[in-house]
């Protein structure tokens, strides 16, 4: 049995192979390599000023939400909402708030009016305490013996730590975000925060602790007696 | 016919799902109250310049390039631990405080502070992890330098000053000191 093969197809295959040995002598020549990618970043820092502080922490919350499921209402009317507010009809000061938070989201590339699969977990540290503990004074202060009474002054926040998650540690789906659009959503979530642990009692708890650590350390020290008033 | 059913289906399927998938729901994760004894008395804020940038290429051909250039306040603050341990010993007049050496709290980006210069994003997104992932490496550094320029002596005195200041409302004499 004879096998034709024509000229063409001879040609043809020599060309294909001459064209795949030039590609392959160019690409390692130049190191031209199909797929590259590189990284690279450069930083530098500069010490801007110094503090002194004299918070004394008694008690730390670690709150973690969902941005942005956790900040508005899953039976969101969005379409009613901003037919009304296109119209130009006059917003209650909660429609107000529910369009910023619309806004917010559309302009960091969350988008609210459909099928919405981005997220954030944001971890939160919010430590509460006494936030100047370098102004108790002698005034506030009454011994009589082995008796001690405590004038503490109230209890607040002291820190709002927005976790610094990295690849290590964040195990959820990156979110495509520049720093500026960042930025504007930890703006709006600290305060919705700090307003939840507060109604949480945190700074209650705080005060709790700290009137635990403040006894036992003055009995330590050989006070019988140890009464604290606000 | 047979033959527009078939795309019709596959579209259907596609959509159905699509319609099972949920966004994570909050409850699953959990938040957490835990007691705390840390006195931080200073701070040093470093401004942090990041330039950052990733190129990709097909065949020598750009695809992909992304540039970044922001600045960030770093905060480092270097304080007291005292659920490590504090004891307080009162001799006559004076007091004796046996408590942790100072240390750094922690390094910490504050959101607040940023400012961007420029974003560049062709062909890809920068993500929230690009620059987070940055920052975190630059934390050991500006650790090792808050620490030459003596945040952790600066901490002590503060918190001497403070605790002998507080000492004058006892009427005590003197106040010691011991790190442990």
């Known amino acids: 049995m004879k096998i034709k093969i024509k000229l063409t197809t001879i ?70 909402l901003l037919k009304k507010r296109s119209r130009g009809e006059p917003l209650t000061e909660e429609e107000q708030k529910q369009t910023d938070f619309y806004d917010l989201c559309r302009e960091t590339g969350i988008p609210l009016d459909r099928s919405n699969y ?77 307003k939840r642990v507060l109604k949480a009692g945190i700074l209650k708890e705080a005060e709790a602790r700290l009137e635990d650590f403040l006894s036992s350390l003055l009995h330590e020290s050989g006070f019988e007696s140890v009464e604290f008033i606000r | 016919m047979k033959k527009f059913l078939l795309p019709v289906f596959f579209i259907l399927l596609t959509l159905s799902c699509r319609e099972r998938i949920r966004p994570v729901s909050a409850t699953v994760i959990e938040n957490q109250i835990r007691s705390l004894l840390e006195i931080p008395t200073v701070e040093y804020v470093y401004r942090e310049i990041l330039y950052f940038d990733e190129e990709a290429r097909f065949l020598g051909i750009k695809h992909m390039d992304k540039r970044l250039l922001f600045s960030v306040d770093m905060v480092t603050r ?50 929230r992890l690009d620059y987070y992932d940055e920052l975190n490496l630059r934390k050991e550094g500006i650790r090792k330098d808050a620490v030459k320029r003596g945040i952790l002596d600066k901490a002590r005195k503060n918190f001497e000053g403070m605790v002998s200041k507080l000492a004058t409302s006892f009427d005590l004499e003197s106040v010691n000191f011991e790190y442990r």
Do not use: C
């Open chain 2, 78 to 127: 270097a304080g007291f631990d005292l659920s490590k341990g504090l004891e307080v010993r009162r001799i006559f007049n004076s007091v004796k405080i046996t408590l942790p050496k100072p240390e750094i709290l922690e390094v910490d980006a504050d959101e607040e502070s940023i400012h961007q210069f420029f974003v560049k994003e062709w062909g890809g997104k920068i993500s």
């Open chain 1, 11 to 80: 040609i043809a295959v020599i060309l294909i192979l001459t064209a795949v040995a030039a590609a392959a002598f160019y690409l390692q020549k130049f190191d031209l390599r199909i797929f590259t990618k590189e990284k690279s970043s450069s930083s530098e820092i500069i010490l801007t000023h110094i503090n002194e502080i004299y918070n004394l922490s008694s008690v730390e919350y670690v709150y973690k939400t969902v941005f942005p499921f956790d900040f508005y209402n899953k039976d969101m009317d969005w379409y009613s």
């Open chain 1, 118 to 194: 981005r997220f954030v977990v944001i971890t939160s540290l919010i430590k509460a305490g006494v936030p100047s503990v370098n102004l108790i004074g002698k005034d506030d202060l009454m011994i009589e013996g082995s008796s001690i009474t405590i004038k503490l002054p109230p209890t607040g926040i002291t820190e709002f730590i927005i976790e610094d998650n990295s690849s290590n540690d964040y195990h959820y789906p990156d979110l495509p975000m520049d720093p500026l659009h960042w930025k504007k959503i930890t703006d709006f979530v600290k305060p919705e925060i700090k």
